[in-house]
């Protein structure tokens, strides 16, 4: 963390052999959760930006919770829960004419939503990557298109 976007001083809020992943920062509740290894699966954790090293767990799961992302308020924590990070699509060029689309392994994971206020943990559908709107009544997320048969394309450019 960086009190200063143009200082060179940086404040480590974990420490250990452990794998943090994937920041996000609440400037209501001074917070910012994460993904966190644990000895077999990432759970969401969060940390108090400026008092303290102590984490606070939010997921408790056999299943891996990824990509944290607060509402604008504090109040709740959107995370994907399911497989590993999706891998994309690849491109390859035969020719200046064609583009080959080739699907690489993706999974169905499920956006999950934690109110700290009411302490419920709802799933609200299937995607990933979720992130609250400025007013926090929608979450945006990617949703992949899982046919099989739709993951194969050729494009053709005129």
Not at 66 to 78: Q, R, V
């Amino acid at each position: 963390m960086k009190d200063n976007v143009l200082s060179s001083s940086l404040i480590q809020k974990t420490t250990g052999s452990n794998f943090n992943m994937c920041p996000n920062y609440c400037a209501v509740t001074d917070q910012i959760a994460f993904q966190y290894l644990t000895n077999t699966n990432f759970d969401i954790y969060y940390i108090n930006a400026s008092k303290g090293k102590a984490i606070t767990q939010v997921t408790s799961t056999d299943e891996n919770e990824y990509n944290p992302c607060f509402s604008h308020d504090g109040k709740m924590i959107a995370f994907e829960k399911g497989a590993t990070p999706k891998y994309f699509l690849k491109h390859t060029t035969t020719n200046r004419a064609t583009v080959y689309v080739k699907g690489i392994k993706i999974t169905e994971n499920q956006i999950w939503i934690k109110n700290f206020v009411t302490g419920e943990l709802k799933m609200i559908g299937q995607g990933s990557y979720p992130k609250f709107s400025p007013d926090d009544s929608k979450i945006v997320f990617v949703k992949y298109e899982l046919n099989k048969s739709k993951l194969l394309k050729q494009v053709q450019f005129v």
